[in-house]
């Protein structure tokens, strides 16, 4: 495989009063709105930390800290790529009154419980995204001290 074909994505599980964040996209490859996690891939002179909470502003405007991470998911796409997602837990006690997308990419913000989410006629972008859920409602929780910093040579 080539390196151009391997990508190392960041995802966010955000949890706030039972319900989760999903972001409302358009799928690059099939064009459909699809729902997500906020997430994306990492930039080339972040940390694994920084490139998650970037994430999260741009895509929905609000500045949080992880509070774990869930785990490592993988997937091979029809596009013949393969991206390694690493998952992190945000469980904001209190949200700001107003925020937004940064990233005209996401057409919406969706707070929804997991039952929700199965019922929703908008489909998941992927099964990485249930599954990420599956590891938040399985009590998965890592420590953030598990992540070494990033080091610059």
Same mark, same amino acid.
């Given at each position: 495989m080539? &390196?151009?074909?391997?990508? !190392?994505?960041?995802?966010?599980?955000?949890?706030?009063?039972?319900r989760f964040l999903f972001v409302e996209e358009r799928?690059?490859?099939?064009?459909?709105?699809v729902l997500n996690q906020p997430a994306g891939h990492m930039e080339e002179d972040e940390d694994i930390v920084q490139a998650i909470c970037r994430e999260v502003f741009e895509e929905t405007g609000l500045q949080l800290e992880p509070t774990a991470w869930l785990g490592i998911s993988q997937l091979k796409s029809t596009n013949e790529h393969t991206y390694i997602r690493?998952?992190?837990?945000? $469980?904001? +006690?209190?949200?700001?009154a107003n925020y937004q997308p940064q990233d005209s990419?996401?057409?919406?913000?969706?707070?929804? +419980?997991?039952?929700?989410?199965?019922? %929703?006629? !908008?489909?998941? &972008?992927?099964k990485l995204v249930t599954d990420a859920? $599956?590891?938040?409602? %399985?009590?998965? &929780?890592?420590?953030?001290?598990?992540i070494q910093p990033l080091i610059t040579l």
């Open positions: 080539s &390196r151009t074909r391997l990508h !190392i994505t960041v995802a966010a599980v955000v949890v706030f009063n039972d799928d690059k490859i099939g064009g459909h709105r690493i998952n992190f837990l945000f $469980e904001p +006690s209190t949200l700001p990419d996401i057409l919406a913000l969706h707070w929804l +419980s997991a039952a929700e989410l199965l019922a %929703q006629p !908008i489909p998941v &972008r992927s859920i $599956e590891c938040y409602t %399985q009590q998965i &929780r890592l420590p953030l001290t598990l």
